[in-house]
């Protein structure tokens, strides 16, 4: 590959995913008809590498929508009655929050700071969603199991957790029974082109979609569930993705095993932005800080942007009110050990 993209999405796609695109071409997987006995066996396949891959508990349902925007929507128009928690720190919490508004009677908006613990104590009891963005891309914090599992107490048991888990599912070894809803794009740790996302939901986010009863939009949630029980989609879907997926994860070693190369791998990045001056990261607490995204301050981003682009390697801008000082740098399964060695050399050589 020419460039390597360190990018928190789209970023840098597995490299296999040249040959698998060359045999979806040669077995005809990118013209397959969507109702066809070979799509509903593939989505079958897919599903199933899924739960095996990503410990996904056997009562809850997987589907395939086409983004992490898509699911915002889906949770506002199916599973929310009047008004749902929205508890954000970031870019991408805020936009979910501002996404929704536009679709149901009320928002409660519960913004925090970046260097704070997501605020268990402010759970409104009247709303029917809790919302949270378990690492916000924009800023790279993180929500812990911890802090998900005190969410779950504090909250009245009719109330669905969902969570935006676009850059941590496939990187982070997540125990999803701690929340209703989780989806992600495919764009982010699962190391694939963008235009696919995956929803994970609970027994209870099933109910809460059949009470409600939505059937107004062509992604209501029961038609969604409809389909997928049949194997099958409520749109032509991005075959070509799900296949992709399928082969890709077929690879894996399984979540855990990815876990534990992501948590040596921020170690070693940790050590080596502790010995350079010039970086600092922008999430002070170590315990908020993401796995997967790496956000850091430093005098002139540009520069070290122009620096990696030199070199083949791409790296992220800031988002947003950190866009002047910081930059962002992905670190996600499908990069490998040795273009981290590489892009580090290099902001070695001219950072120190
Ligand atoms: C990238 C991202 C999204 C948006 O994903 P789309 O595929 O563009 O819908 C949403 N939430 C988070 C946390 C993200 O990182």
Same mark, same amino acid.
């Given at each position: 590959?020419?460039?390597?993209?360190?990018?928190?999405?789209?970023?840098?796609?597995?490299?296999?995913?040249?040959?698998? =695109?060359?045999?979806?071409?040669?077995?005809?997987?990118?013209s397959?008809?969507?109702?066809?006995?070979?799509?509903?066996?593939?989505?079958?396949?897919t599903? #199933?590498?899924?739960? /095996?891959?990503?410990?996904?508990? /056997?009562?809850?349902?997987?589907?395939?929508?086409?983004?992490?925007?898509?699911?915002?929507?889906?949770?506002?128009? #199916?599973?929310?009655?009047?008004?749902?928690?929205?508890?954000?720190?970031?870019?991408?919490?805020k936009?979910? +929050?501002?996404?929704?508004?536009?679709?149901?009677?009320?928002?409660?908006?519960?913004?925090?700071?970046?260097?704070?613990?997501?605020?268990v &104590?402010?759970?409104?009891?009247? +709303?029917?969603?809790?919302?949270?963005?378990?690492?916000?891309?924009?800023?790279?914090?993180?929500? #812990?199991?911890?802090?998900?599992?005190?969410?779950?107490?504090?909250?009245n048991?009719?109330?669905?957790?969902?969570?935006?888990?676009?850059?941590?599912?496939?990187?982070? @070894?997540?125990?999803?029974?701690?929340?209703?809803?989780?989806?992600?794009?495919?764009?982010?740790?699962?190391?694939l082109? +963008?235009?696919?996302?995956?929803?994970?939901?609970?027994?209870?986010?099933?109910?809460?979609? /059949?009470?409600? +009863? %939505?059937?107004?939009?062509?992604?209501?949630?029961?038609?969604?569930?409809?389909?997928?029980?049949?194997?099958?989609?409520?749109? &032509?879907?991005?075959?070509? %993705?799900?296949?992709?997926?399928?082969?890709?994860?077929?690879? #894996?070693? *399984?979540?855990?095993? &990815? %876990?534990?190369?992501?948590?040596?791998?921020?170690?070693?990045w @940790?050590?080596?932005?502790? %010995?350079?001056?010039?970086?600092?990261?922008?999430?002070?607490?170590?315990?908020?800080?993401? !796995?997967?995204?790496?956000?850091?301050?430093?005098?002139?981003?540009?520069?070290?942007?122009?620096?990696?682009?030199?070199?083949?390697?791409? =790296?992220?801008? *800031?988002? *947003?009110?950190?866009?002047? @000082? &910081? =930059?962002?740098?992905?670190n996600?399964?499908?990069?490998?050990?040795?273009?981290?060695?590489?892009?580090? !050399?290099?902001?070695?050589?001219?950072?120190?």
């Amino acid at each position: 590959m020419r460039v390597i993209s360190f990018y928190p999405g789209p970023s840098r796609v597995y490299s296999k995913v040249t040959e698998y =695109i060359y045999e979806a071409y040669m077995d005809g997987i990118m013209s397959i008809n969507h109702r066809s006995q070979d799509f509903m066996k593939l989505y079958a396949d897919t599903r #199933s590498v899924l739960v /095996e891959k990503l410990d996904v508990p /056997e009562d809850y349902q997987v589907v395939f929508v086409s983004a992490a925007t898509e699911c915002w929507e889906i949770i506002a128009q #199916s599973l929310t009655r009047e008004s749902s928690q929205h508890f954000h720190n970031g870019a991408f919490g805020k936009k979910w +929050a501002e996404y929704t508004d536009k679709l149901t009677s009320q928002v409660v908006s519960t913004p925090f700071d970046l260097n704070e613990a997501l605020p268990v &104590t402010a759970v409104d009891l009247t +709303a029917d969603v809790l919302c949270v963005t378990q690492c916000e891309t924009s800023n790279g914090t993180y929500v #812990s199991e911890a802090t998900l599992k005190q969410l779950g107490d504090a909250r009245n048991t009719d109330q669905l957790i969902a969570v935006d888990a676009t850059s941590s599912l496939g990187g982070v @070894d997540i125990n999803l029974r701690l929340a209703d809803v989780w989806f992600a794009s495919v764009q982010k740790c699962f190391g694939l082109p +963008a235009g696919m996302a995956i929803m994970i939901l609970s027994p209870d986010a099933v109910r809460r979609a /059949e009470v409600l +009863a %939505d059937k107004k939009h062509y992604n209501s949630l029961l038609w969604i569930l409809e389909n997928a029980s049949k194997n099958q989609s409520h749109h &032509t879907p991005n075959v070509l %993705d799900i296949y992709l997926l399928y082969r890709t994860q077929l690879k #894996s070693k *399984g979540i855990a095993k &990815t %876990d534990h190369k992501l948590t040596e791998r921020l170690k070693y990045w @940790d050590q080596f932005f502790e %010995d350079l001056d010039y970086f600092e990261w922008l999430v002070e607490n170590p315990a908020l800080r993401s !796995k997967t995204v790496m956000a850091l301050k430093c005098p002139e981003p540009e520069k070290v942007k122009k620096k990696a682009r030199n070199a083949d390697f791409v =790296i992220g801008n *800031g988002y *947003g009110p950190w866009r002047e @000082d &910081t =930059i962002r740098i992905a670190n996600f399964p499908a990069i490998k050990g040795k273009e981290i060695e590489g892009l580090s !050399k290099l902001l070695r050589k001219y950072f120190n």
